[in-house]
C-alpha cells in the first residue's frame, strides 16, 4: 500500500510543485517507488519542472474517462513517476473519481504524491480527497502561514492525518530582523506539526527552468532529503537555522 500525501498551502507560490518534485526525487534516490500526481487541473506545472513537457501523452483525466488503461498513463522520468494534469476540468472529476484513480496505483508504489492547487476550494478538494495525509507548505510571511492555518484546518476537517508542516523559503536575516516570522510563531499560527524546512535557494528556480531536479547537494536539495528521511521514519534533527 502506498502512502498517499497531498501537498496543499493555501496561498499560491508556496512551494508546492517545488516541494513534490524535490521530495519525490528524494525518496526515489532512497529507492522508494514514487509516484506523483499533478493536481493542478488546468494550471499543471510539474511536468515543466521535471522537463518532461514535451512527452506527456496522457493525462489523469483520461484515466477516469476510460481513455487510457491506468497502467499506461504515468510517465517514468529518471526513477520517477508522473501522472500529470487535465487542461480542462470536468464534472466526472468528483472525490470518489479521483480515489478510484489513485487505487489503480496503490500497491505499485511506496509513495503517491498529490499535488494541489492553490486555494482551498474545488481543486484543492479533489486533490485532498484521495489522500490519507497532507503536508501543508508556508513560506514564512504572515499572509502565508494564514492560509497555510486554513488549508490546516481543512484537511482536518475532511480527516487527513497526520497534516505536516514545511516552512519553505526560510532564510535567517530576515527573520534575525523581525521582518518575517520566526519558526515557532509559523507553527503556532500554522497549526500543524513541523516536518521540515527548506532554505530559500536560486538553485530551486534555476533548475526547474532547465526542467532538472535540484542538486542533492544545494541547500534545497538537502532539506528535501532530511524531509524524506524523516517521512521514512529516520530521526533527524532539525538543522542549525543560522547555517541555513
Ligand atoms: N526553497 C525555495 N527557494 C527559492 N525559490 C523557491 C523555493 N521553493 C520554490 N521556489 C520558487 O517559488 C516559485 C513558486 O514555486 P512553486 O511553483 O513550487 O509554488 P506552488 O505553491 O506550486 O505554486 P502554485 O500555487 O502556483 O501551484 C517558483 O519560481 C519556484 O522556483
Ligand atoms: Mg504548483
Not at 155 to 183: G, T
Request: hydrophobic content about 50%; aromatic content about 4%.
Amino acid at each position: 500500500m502506498a502512502q498517499k500525501t497531498v501537498i496543499a498551502s493555501g496561498k499560491g507560490g508556496a512551494g508546492k510543485s517545488s516541494l513534490v518534485a524535490g521530495l519525490g526525487g528524494a525518496l526515489a534516490d532512497m529507492g522508494k517507488r514514487v509516484l506523483l500526481i499533478d493536481g493542478d487541473i488546468g494550471l499543471r506545472s510539474l511536468d515543466l519542472i521535471l522537463g518532461c513537457a514535451e512527452n506527456t501523452v496522457y493525462n489523469w483525466a483520461d484515466v477516469i474517462l476510460g481513455r487510457c488503461a491506468p497502467e499506461k498513463a504515468p510517465l517514468p522520468i529518471g526513477n520517477l513517476f508522473l501522472l500529470t494534469a487535465p487542461l480542462r476540468d470536468a464534472p466526472a472529476f468528483t472525490p470518489d473519481a479521483m480515489r478510484a484513480l489513485v487505487a489503480h496505483y496503490d500497491a505499485f508504489f511506496d509513495h503517491i504524491l498529490i499535488d494541489a492547487p492553490a486555494g482551498v476550494e474545488r481543486g484543492f478538494q479533489l486533490a485532498a480527497s484521495a489522500a490519507q495525509n497532507a503536508i501543508v507548505v508556508s513560506t514564512p510571511d504572515a499572509v502565508c502561514v494564514r492560509s497555510a492555518a486554513a488549508a490546516v484546518d481543512e484537511l482536518y476537517a475532511m480527516e487527513l492525518s497526520p497534516v505536516l508542516l514545511v516552512i519553505n523559503r526560510f532564510k535567517a536575516q530576515p527573520v534575525a530582523k523581525r521582518k518575517l516570522l520566526n519558526i515557532d510563531q509559523v507553527i503556532d499560527s500554522a497549526g500543524a506539526r513541523l516536518i521540515g524546512i527548506v532554505p530559500d535557494d536560486p538553485d530551486v528556480t534555476y533548475r526547474a527552468a532547465m526542467g532538472k531536479p535540484v542538486l542533492p547537494e544545494s541547500p534545497a536539495g538537502m532539506a528535501y532529503l532530511r524531509i524524506a528521511k524523516r517521512i521514512e521514519g529516520e530521526k533527524i534533527p532539525l538543522k542549525h537555522l543560522d547555517k541555513m
